[in-house]
């Protein structure tokens, strides 16, 4: 497609707002201008997507669908002008009617479709494979409401919610092919020959929506999909029972069916939250793969082809329900024996482990699965019961073993043991985690299918990360490397060229200045916190868990104000410490320390006695719009979890290609990051991996407590309370421990070696010179770490695929 022009855009503009909003340009405002130049966007796209759909047609090209709970986009206006090299004319185009495209890029809300790392990778996968012109789609829920939007009051997380589709609904479609999802219901089985055909009557019928959601790529011609699907009742009001006065009873079934795609990850800690996460699960699996059947049975007889022309990905284990869904409907609609049905699923479905945590690892109560989903328990025993007799064949009489690796026992269904029966390939997605599944979480099933485990690391959207969010950075790579790097990552490694050259790194300095400047404005308008752009901007920003170890963060904070208070003049160079992290609903210690480290930032920010040498800000509501203005700006990057829990992380690798410097565990791809920067360009600290599963027998937090007068002071400090609120059960989970199980992630081991490593940034960064030259080589050796590798590896390795021409 040929690029428009300016003009070309600007009229393009003007008539979508006289024809959708019957307004002028100078009487438009921000919002419908938005609106307009978004749905200007979206139509390009759309008609690439036609293009690009028939091209994949006429090839007959092979598909992947990607699977996952979540898809954290963040806003796409920027994103989609950006890929169609359309953002200069848009630019210029919206200035001559009189907008700031920055302020219209401000209108667009984040998509509610995401959380964390697993939903900004599948986002990020979904532009990779775009941008390489790989035929994709994604499958996900249409959430109302995302997970929340996190407000802070007097230091305790609220969850409000984020109603992002008010103004994020202009970049989907729906379509018309909407389809049943059945819950509940009575089991009927009847012959038909000599085959055997599980009916399920009674059941609860809820309509699957489908809305879509074009994913860009850059300089592409590929367009691919989001498809989401939002829950409805198939009966809008029960007149009867209106009729007769029952006016609640008579929406009830409405509300009930609604509730499925309201929000994100409902709480579960109780009977009500687990099963509407499980109705999510089965809702959004079922809608997709029959999605999939049927667009399938378009182009081709039957479905025994459908591993050569599909690729099933599941993300995590939330979908791993496509597995028995998939077998239902091969087994009960198509008519295929068991052992074909089998052949077909297991030759189609592949699955990515995200973590190495057995709580995360899902396990359903199996009395709630018989009650929602009778004849998927069915499919599940039986795959249960294959399953088991494999295992038999490697475990001889070994029931201890069977028994830990079953999918379906003790009361209960364990998706990830599903997941390993039927995926004919299972990825960690860090050499270290990959590692830690095949030794320790997978390690019995590897001994019976060794070969279907690999490694494929993590990525990020390279592009995104410099050149959108990061603009001053992308200008001078374009000024000493030019800007291959922006198709091929690798080329970032001829930025090495200037290791020493003490002009490119003044350059590299100015840069991080001026993000540091924006950053503090917007510190400063949002929290009234001053900031000096001149400190240290020491950054950790991420779900907030107890294994990601913002706590030990806190505990450096809190001794370097103990040592302040000892003596003002202390010799440090000033510190900004910026946090962000949303908490699961239900999570309480995770609220909990969310509000000690606000309560630290309203103690050590107020206090003149200290000369503004320590500041600490908790930015509220952290999302991937909020991201793209930390992260530039960011001079030690916080990627502290114990080792041997974080599975990957990608934050870590947004912090890299931006210049920071990582303090960090040999945990996850920081392993890999360490490989390429050398111990010279990272500050590491803490047990390996191998230390803490040694240590962890043995463990007693009270002696680091007894030998260690910072630690006493610290406790002591949370017992007392800060700033009037008391943190005694942060102290005892630490000291005393919580079911007998003191300090589970090392914070106190950890301690004395993760402040050594803050001293050393402390001495380092005096020498401005050294520390850019650190910032350069992170930068320079970034590229491996590309989503558009990931991807690469993924379509070559796993599914098989071939670019579309």
């Not at 201890?400 to 004919?424: F, T, V, Y």
Request: net charge negative; proline share 3%.
């Amino acid at each position: 497609m040929q690029l428009l022009s300016q003009n070309e855009l600007k009229k393009l503009i003007e008539q979508k707002l006289a024809e959708v909003f019957g307004v002028r340009y100078d009487e438009a405002g921000d919002q419908i201008m938005f609106r307009a130049l978004s749905l200007v966007t979206k139509d390009l796209l759309t008609e690439k997507r036609l293009e690009f759909k028939n091209r994949v047609k006429e090839q007959g090209a092979k598909q992947v669908y990607y699977m996952s709970m979540e898809f954290l986009l963040g806003r796409s206006l920027k994103n989609h002008l950006y890929n169609l090299g359309l953002l200069d004319a848009a630019t210029g185009a919206v200035s001559q009617l009189g907008y700031d495209i920055e302020k219209l890029i401000d209108v667009e809300p984040d998509a509610g479709l995401g959380n964390g790392g697993l939903g900004r990778l599948a986002a990020a996968y979904m532009d990779s494979l775009t941008s390489r012109g790989y035929a994709a789609g994604g499958f996900s829920i249409r959430y109302d409401y995302g997970i929340f939007k996190q407000k802070i009051v007097d230091g305790w997380q609220m969850e409000m919610p984020d109603d992002w589709l008010q103004n994020g609904d202009v970049w989907q479609n729906q379509r018309s092919d909407v389809f049943e999802v059945k819950f509940g219901g009575v089991l009927e089985e009847r012959w038909e020959g000599d085959r055997l055909f599980t009916d399920v009557r009674n059941a609860t019928t809820i309509l699957a929506i489908p809305y879509d959601m074009n994913i860009s790529g850059y300089r592409s011609e590929a367009v691919n999909v989001l498809r989401l699907w939002s829950a409805k009742a198939p009966v809008e009001l029960d007149m009867a029972l209106f009729s007769r006065g029952e006016y609640v009873k008579a929406i009830e079934a409405k509300a009930m069916a609604e509730a499925i795609s309201k929000v994100l990850y409902p709480a579960d800690n109780h009977i009500e939250g687990k099963s509407l996460r499980l109705k999510q699960q089965y809702f959004f699996v079922s809608a997709s793969m029959q999605s999939i059947v049927k667009k399938h049975l378009m182009n081709y007889r039957n479905l025994n082809n459908l591993p050569e022309k599909v690729a099933i990905h599941i993300n995590d284990t939330h979908p791993a329900l496509c597995i028995p869904e998939l077998m239902r409907i091969l087994l009960d609609i198509y008519g295929y024996s068991w052992d074909d049905a089998w052949k077909i699923v297991t030759s189609t479905v592949s699955y990515t482990n995200h973590t190495v945590m057995q709580e995360a690892l899902e396990r359903w109560p199996q009395d709630l699965f018989e009650m929602l989903l009778p004849r998927i328990t069915q499919i599940i025993k039986e795959i249960n019961r294959r399953y088991c007799a494999e295992l038999w064949s490697v475990y001889p009489s070994d029931w201890d073993k069977i028994s830990r690796n079953a999918i379906a026992g003790d009361g209960e269904i364990r998706m990830a043991n599903l997941c390993l029966a039927a995926s004919h390939t299972i990825n960690g997605v860090s050499e270290l985690h990959s590692n830690i599944l095949k030794k320790l979480v997978f390690a019995e099933y590897y001994k019976v299918a060794p070969q279907k485990f690999t490694n494929v690391t993590n990525g990020i959207t390279h592009r995104r990360w410099i050149a959108e969010a990061n603009p001053l950075l992308a200008e001078l790579l374009k000024d000493l490397i030019g800007e291959g790097y922006l198709s091929d990552a690798q080329e970032l490694q001829k930025l090495k060229e200037y290791y020493g050259n003490k002009e490119v790194y003044g350059r590299l300095a100015e840069i991080k200045n001026q993000n540091k400047v924006r950053l503090s404005d917007y510190i400063y308008k949002t929290t009234g916190t001053a900031v000096n752009p001149a400190s240290i901007f020491d950054v950790q920003v991420k779900r907030l868990h107890e294994y990601k170890r913002q706590l030990l963060n806190a505990f450096h904070i809190m001794d370097l104000y103990n040592r302040l208070k000892e003596n003002p003049d202390l010799d440090i160079v000033p510190r900004t410490f910026i946090f962000g992290a949303k908490a699961a609903s239900s999570y309480y210690m995770a609220k909990l320390i969310i509000r000690l480290i606000y309560m630290l930032g309203e103690t050590i920010n107020k206090d003149k006695s200290i000369h503004d040498k320590l500041k600490v800000v908790f930015l509220e509501n952290y999302r991937v719009s909020l991201a793209e203005l930390i992260i530039p700006a960011t001079e030690i990057s916080e990627q502290i979890s114990v080792a041997g829990t974080e599975a990957s992380g990608t934050g870590n690798m947004k912090f890299m290609i931006n210049g920071a410097i990582t303090v960090g565990t040999l945990d996850g791809a920081n392993v890999e990051i360490h490989e390429r920067v050398g111990d010279d360009n990272i500050f590491l600290f803490g047990l390996t991996a191998d230390a803490v599963e040694k240590l962890r027998p043995v463990y007693l937090p009270s002696e680091y407590y007894s030998h260690d007068p910072r630690i006493q002071k610290i406790i002591g400090m949370l017992r007392a309370g800060i700033n009037g609120a008391e943190f005694k059960e942060i102290a005892d989970s630490l000291v005393v421990g919580r079911g007998g199980c003191a300090d589970p992630y090392m914070v106190l081991a950890d301690f004395a070696s993760y402040a050594e490593a803050q001293a050393k940034v402390d001495r380092i960064y005096r020498d401005s010179a050294r520390f850019n030259a650190m910032s350069l080589v992170n930068i320079a050796e970034a590229g491996f770490f590309a989503s558009d590798r990931s991807v690469e590896e993924y379509a070559r390795r796993i599914w098989h695929l071939d670019k579309v021409d």
